[in-house]
């Protein structure tokens, strides 16, 4: 199983860039990861939050193939703990074939087709955070979830 975090608009900030890229890196040394970016949506002023919704879907649904398990990350999902993540992730190596792809919407969220075709959603936090947060965030659990699947100590109880 290789895991891809697919998300709209780039990492504009440095230190996020490096923390990121930190992380990743830790991440491929146990599983195969990568991230993958579609472009944000150019003359947004000039369209309805839906109409931006849709055009991102669509950038979204290209870059999937027809046999990826789709995660949303929504903060209308389901919460883990740290400890959880690690088992949800550890069940999805065994019934997810090829590709495990958490998505991260844009501004305003998911489009309904892109809710639609999601097998789940999960939520980081019932708070909101900048998309480069999530990102982060959701890279340093991914990590954590592999220490403590391969019982190494950065994950303390």
Do not use: C, W
């Not at 890196?25 to 309805?48: A, C, G, H």
């Not at 839906?50 to 990350?73: A, C, H, I």
């Not at 019934?95 to 998911?110: A, D, E, H, N, Q």
């Amino acid at each position: 199983m290789k895991i891809i975090l697919l998300s709209v608009g780039k990492t504009d900030n440095k230190q996020f860039a490096q923390l990121l890229d930190e992380y990743r890196k830790r991440v491929n040394f146990y599983i195969p990861f990568e991230t993958q970016i579609v472009p944000d949506i150019k003359n947004r002023k000039n369209i309805s939050e839906k109409e931006q919704k849709t055009l991102e879907g669509n950038l979204l649904f290209k870059s999937l193939l027809s046999t990826d398990y789709v995660v949303l990350l929504d903060d209308k999902g389901k919460q883990f703990s740290s400890v959880e993540f690690a088992g949800y992730l550890e069940k999805k190596s065994h019934t997810v074939p090829k590709r495990l792809v958490f998505m991260i919407g844009g501004p305003y969220g998911f489009s309904q087709e892109i809710y639609d075709a999601a097998n789940e959603k999960i939520s980081l936090s019932k708070m909101t955070y900048t998309h480069q947060m999530v990102r982060l965030i959701f890279t340093e659990q991914l990590y954590r979830a592999m220490t403590i699947l391969h019982n190494e100590p950065y994950h303390h109880e």
